[in-house]
């Protein structure tokens, strides 16, 4: 059986056809390719591979250290889709990060560059403390739809928007931790996932490192029995759906059917009584009718 490609996985090897037995050398691109974070923030840079047999996947750290998904270190690591996590991010990680991948066809590498700003909260008022592009494109920010741990977040440009990325900063209103995600140009919808019940987020969408006031929201997740409840009322109603639904499928056969039958019967009785019709009818001999007695 096949273990490599995925696609391939399981398969009997003489049941795969020979081109696709073709192994590829490794492709990888680096997104964002160039990214501002805030001090203390968390952040993900996106390492996308193809390549058969899949490739291995390790990233090359600003101070030459080299780490891969099985390394063991708490506050940079690879993820399994071979993206780097950064949390929090300190000054020193400034620099450039380089994503390789490698397997038996051969080897390719792509970098980005991570630039890293200090909050400077002197004189009562926190603001970065180097000169940071502000949002200049104003959006609409919409929370389409909330559960107990979910939450899914859409907005949409009110002008033309520049080629960058978007970023989607969220915390939990009382937590000091703040989630990062770097989405590709053109997306517009992204999903919170395992979020507490009974909690106020607040969310920001930009394009810079600070967002601006108006480009945040602010919402409350569900209770968890409350979303049960909705699940459990969701079901019911379904299965109250489909036996209204069965229920009109055997009326409606059972009338047609019943239909029907009538139908043959009627046929039936209109045959016999036409035959009964034929039998009493006189013959005719010579242009005269004739009874038949007895």
């Known amino acids: 059986l096949c273990d490599t490609p995925k696609h391939l996985k399981g398969k009997n ?3 795969v056809p020979i081109g696709a037995l073709t192994c590829r050398p490794p492709t990888v691109a680096v997104y964002p390719r160039n990214i501002n974070v805030l001090v203390g923030h968390t952040t993900v840079l996106l390492c996308n591979t193809t390549g058969d047999p899949d490739p291995d996947v390790e990233w090359i ?3 030459g250290a080299v780490i891969s998904a099985a390394s063991k270190t708490r506050r940079i690591r690879v993820l399994d889709d071979g993206s780097l996590l950064l949390s929090p991010v300190l000054q020193t990680d400034a620099g450039t990060y380089m994503c390789i991948a490698t397997n038996q066809e051969g080897r390719a590498n792509a970098t980005a560059v ?42 949409f440009p009110l002008v033309d928007e520049p080629l960058m990325p978007y970023r989607v900063l969220y915390y939990r209103i009382g937590a000091s931790l703040q989630q990062t995600a770097v989405l590709k140009h053109g997306v517009h919808l992204y999903k919170m996932k395992n979020l507490k019940p009974s909690s106020r987020y607040s969310v920001c ?9 108006d480009h945040c929201v602010e919402f409350r997740t569900e209770d968890a029995e409350l979303t049960h409840t909705y699940i459990t009322i969701g079901y019911t109603l379904g299965s109250v759906l489909l036996l209204l639904v069965i229920a009109m499928v055997v009326y409606c056969y059972m009338r047609c059917y019943r239909r029907k039958r009538r139908a043959m019967f009627q046929r039936s009785m209109n045959a016999v009584n036409l035959s009964n019709n034929h039998a009493g009818v006189p013959r005719v001999e010579n242009g005269t009718a004739m009874h038949v007695n007895g």
């Open 13 to 15: 090897v003489m049941a």
């Open 61 to 63: 750290l600003p101070m």
């Open 114 to 155: 991570m630039n890293v700003t200090r909050i400077d909260c002197s004189g009562g008022e926190c603001r970065p403390s180097s000169s940071v592009i502000s949002d200049t494109v104003p959006i609409r920010i919409f929370v389409t739809s909330v559960t107990s741990n979910l939450a899914l977040i859409q907005w």
């Open 205 to 213: 969408i930009t394009q810079s490192i600070m967002p601006q006031s």
